[in-house]
C-alpha cells in the first residue's frame, strides 16, 4: 500500500534498527528512531506523519498492515541485504551525495560550514587534511569526508554491484 504519493518518503524504524537508520540517514533518508518507541508509539507517528515504518517484528508489521499503514518487514538481519531490499523496494539511491546528507544521530540535514567556525573543535591532522565540512543544526555535529565516509561509500558501491548482478540474471 502506497499511502505517500509524490511526496518523498519519510520512515521510522523499530527499536531494533538503529545502525539501519544511520545508514539510510546518511543517505539522504528521513528516518525517525529512538530505542524508546513503543509499538502503539510508532503506529501512531507513521499515521500522523505518513511514514514508512520499518520493522524486524513481524506482529508489529501486521498490525500496521491492518491499520492500513505503509510497512516493510524484514526478514534478514544483516545490514547490507536489509538495505538492498529497501532500495529495491523503494526505489532509493543508493549513494553517498554530499550535498543530501542527514545527522546519523539525530536525522537532521546537514548544513556546509566553513572550516574557520569549527576548527577549534577539530584535531590538528582533521584540519590539516580536510577542507570540506558540515554540521548539523539540530546536535553540532560536525561531518567530513574522512575513511569513515569512504568506508560507507565501499560498502554502498559492493552493494549496488551485487544488486547490478541479481538484475543482469
Ligand atoms: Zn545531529
Avoid at 528512531?33 to 501512531?44: G, H, Q, W
Avoid at 539525530?106 to 565540512?133: D, G, H, M, P, W
Amino acid at each position: 500500500m502506497k499511502s505517500s504519493g509524490d511526496l518523498p518518503l519519510k520512515f521510522i524504524a523499530d527499536n531494533m534498527l538503529g545502525k539501519l537508520t544511520r545508514w539510510l540517514r546518511i543517505l539522504g533518508q528521513d528516518v525517525k528512531y529512538t530505542a524508546k518507541f513503543v509499538d502503539s508509539e510508532l503506529l501512531k507517528i507513521a499515521d500522523n506523519e505518513k511514514r514508512v515504518l520499518l520493522t524486524h517484528d513481524f506482529m508489529l508489521y501486521k498490525r500496521s498492515i491492518t491499520n492500513g499503514l505503509d510497512a516493510y518487514y524484514f526478514e534478514g538481519t544483516l545490514l547490507s541485504d536489509c538495505l538492498s531490499e529497501l532500495v529495491t523496494r523503494y526505489h532509493l539511491p543508493l549513494v553517498l551525495d554530499i550535498n543530501n546528507i542527514r545527522c546519523s544521530l539525530c536525522n537532521n540535514k546537514l548544513k556546509s560550514v566553513k572550516k574557520a567556525e569549527i576548527q577549534k573543535n577539530l584535531k590538528e591532522n582533521t584540519i590539516f587534511y580536510y577542507n570540506k565540512f558540515w554540521k548539523c543544526p539540530g546536535c553540532d555535529q560536525v561531518y567530513w569526508f574522512g575513511s569513515h565516509w569512504k568506508q560507507i561509500n565501499k560498502t554502498l558501491n559492493q552493494i549496488n554491484f551485487k544488486n547490478d548482478e541479481v538484475y543482469e540474471k
